[in-house]
């Protein structure tokens, strides 16, 4: 009973990294409008633009790693989760 209940609270965690997958994409989705809310001027909304894709685009990566860094390290598998970070750090 205590490996299903490993995957139930694996399943509570799923929620978070979809709301920033899909905020992500909501992102690149209003991209021409967002440097636009901010106030970027006509000569800094090209630089505006591409800074923010990068970032929406590498955030979901970065996010996503440390996420499911912390899980396994909640779980239990702290050297896992070092090794986890040693290698993506590189």
Same mark, same amino acid.
């Given at each position: 009973?205590? *490996?299903?209940?490993?995957? #139930? /609270?694996?399943? /509570?965690? %799923?929620?978070?990294? @979809?709301?920033?997958?899909?905020? &992500? #994409?909501?992102?690149?989705?209003?991209?021409?409008?967002?440097?636009?809310?901010? +106030? %970027? =001027? *006509?000569? &800094?909304? @090209?630089?505006?633009?591409?800074?923010?894709? #990068?970032?929406?685009?590498? +955030?979901?990566?970065?996010?996503?790693?440390?996420?499911?860094?912390?899980? #396994?390290?909640? *779980?239990? =598998?702290?050297?896992? &989760?070092?090794?986890?970070?040693?290698? +993506?750090? *590189?």
């Amino acid at each position: 009973m205590q *490996e299903q209940d490993k995957h #139930i /609270q694996i399943m /509570q965690d %799923a929620p978070p990294l @979809k709301a920033i997958f899909t905020m &992500s #994409i909501a992102g690149l989705a209003f991209r021409n409008q967002i440097p636009h809310i901010l +106030g %970027a =001027s *006509e000569l &800094s909304f @090209k630089f505006t633009q591409q800074y923010g894709t #990068i970032l929406m685009v590498g +955030g979901i990566f970065i996010i996503e790693n440390f996420a499911l860094g912390q899980l #396994i390290r909640a *779980e239990g =598998s702290t050297k896992l &989760s070092m090794v986890g970070m040693m290698v +993506g750090a *590189e």
